[in-house]
């Protein structure tokens, strides 16, 4: 039987495109002639005043050091103030509260979501507060270092799979520190979306198995401005259009503690993927498995001249089923690209055909057929690779993958005989399907 997934809920969460309203157009171009050049003059003044407060409060320690009780009077009594003022001259007038925060000890771990835009960061650690969960290559240079140092982020590096396993070690390690008295926060999708959706939840906040506490970033109608992904409007272009607003709505909501099960103590994933869902229940947006491979692929399809949507695959719930390598999937996408020569993110039977040298004839129809899920008489790059894997990776001979085929088609009354099956597996050989580059 042919695998089927369900459709995602949301087919391309990395792309994003303005569009603007009548009424909204006016308020910013009202906004690019009086408050844009005001708030520009108060943010050169104050951000650097703020980045050196920030400075001042982690003079003297390393990346990984504690803050004394002195340094952290300073980062609350002035470097905290110096934050929400810039945040105000950016267009944030208020920010709303919506729920509690549960103390350090009834919830050390705080999942924030959705993770829309670069500078999430810096509302989380300005008006939340709390030791991020961070890339390492924050750490490497020096404006973000100073960000690092004073607000004591937890440093993961995510450059291997070797790297990537020790995350649970730097979790457990924070959360076992009785000098440690803030809760650790992390954007758990692991990377930007476009915010209308929630992609899928990473394990590093969930590998502890200890309760958490979801935090939403509500945006409400500036989350167009907010926005900034693989496929999107420069970041510029966001804060600018930002500035010229009179007030971005930003609503942080508190949700109920997590409390998990004997099995998400267990499985990570399970316990990711149930808060997951809890959050887009109380954001009323959907959820689906995309990841930042997603977003990679994206960015290689408009490399080859595909739309964006070709590469997002839904990795979280794909990549697992076929067993390819980020790697593997990219010289899968690099082939369909050569086929799909209209570059339309999906591929017809007459552009198969051509591509390995096959006649149109009923068996390939047929074969054709068994992977368009879609019914729409093309195949897209996820059905693409679902019958690539089916029918290659899963057989060791040749001999059985003649079989496969076979068996599959001719469950369809005189839809083949072994002679098509052969003539289609020799034409393949020679248009070289063996995932080298084409």
């Not at 006016?26 to 104050?46: D, H, N």
């Not at 990711?272 to 990679?296: C, F, K, S, W």
């Not at 897209?380 to 040749?398: K, Q, S």
Request: net charge negative.
């Amino acid at each position: 039987m042919v695998r089927r997934f369900p459709e995602p809920a949301v087919w391309n969460p990395v792309r994003h495109r303005l569009q603007f309203t009548p009424l909204e157009i006016l308020e910013l171009a009202i906004g690019a002639v009086t408050l844009l050049p005001i708030r520009i003059v108060c943010l050169i003044i104050t951000w650097p005043l703020t980045m050196f407060s920030i400075y001042l409060a982690g003079i003297g320690s390393r990346v990984g050091d504690r803050l004394s009780p002195l340094q952290r009077l300073w980062l609350f009594k002035v470097s905290t103030p110096l934050t929400r003022l810039c945040f105000f001259f950016f267009g944030f007038l208020w920010v709303k509260y919506k729920g509690k925060r549960a103390p350090h000890q009834e919830a050390p771990v705080n999942v924030v979501a959705p993770h829309a835009s670069p500078h999430d960061g810096m509302f989380a650690g300005g008006l939340i507060y709390g030791s991020m969960l961070s890339c390492k290559e924050l750490a490497d240079h020096f404006v973000t270092r100073i960000l690092v140092i004073a607000g004591e982020l937890v440093i993961v590096d995510r450059s291997s799979a070797e790297a990537r396993a020790k995350v649970k070690d730097a979790v457990l390690a924070f959360l076992q520190d009785p000098t440690r008295q803030t809760h650790l926060m992390a954007f758990a999708e692991g990377t930007c979306g476009n915010g209308e959706s929630l992609l899928c939840f990473r394990r590093g906040s969930f590998l502890a198995g200890v309760p958490v506490q979801p935090i939403a970033l509500d945006f409400g109608s500036a989350q167009k401005l907010a926005s900034w992904t693989f496929d999107g409007n420069h970041v510029a272009i966001g804060v600018l259009l930002q500035l010229c607003r009179l007030h971005t709505p930003l609503t942080i909501r508190f949700l109920d503690v997590y409390y998990p099960s004997e099995a998400e103590k267990e499985d990570a994933t399970l316990f990711a993927d149930n808060v997951q869902a809890v959050m887009a229940r109380a954001l009323n947006i959907p959820h689906t498995r995309h990841t930042y491979e997603d977003g990679v692929l994206a960015m290689k399809a408009m490399e080859l001249g595909l739309p964006s949507s070709a590469g997002t695959i839904e990795c979280g719930a794909v990549k697992p089923a076929l067993g390819l390598s980020g790697d593997e999937l990219a010289d899968q996408l690099k082939r369909f690209a050569a086929i799909n020569t209209v570059k339309d993110a999906s591929v017809t039977v007459e552009q198969m055909a051509s591509y390995f040298a096959w006649p149109v004839q009923q068996h390939v129809q047929s074969l054709f057929n068994e992977y368009d899920t879609g019914h729409c008489k093309a195949l897209t790059f996820r059905d693409f690779l679902f019958g690539l894997v089916d029918l290659t990776h899963a057989v060791p001979n040749r001999e059985e993958l003649e079989s496969k085929i076979y068996e599959r088609l001719s469950n369809e009354k005189g839809a083949v005989d072994r002679s098509g099956v052969l003539q289609l597996l020799e034409s393949a050989d020679d248009a070289d399907v063996s995932g080298e580059d084409a």
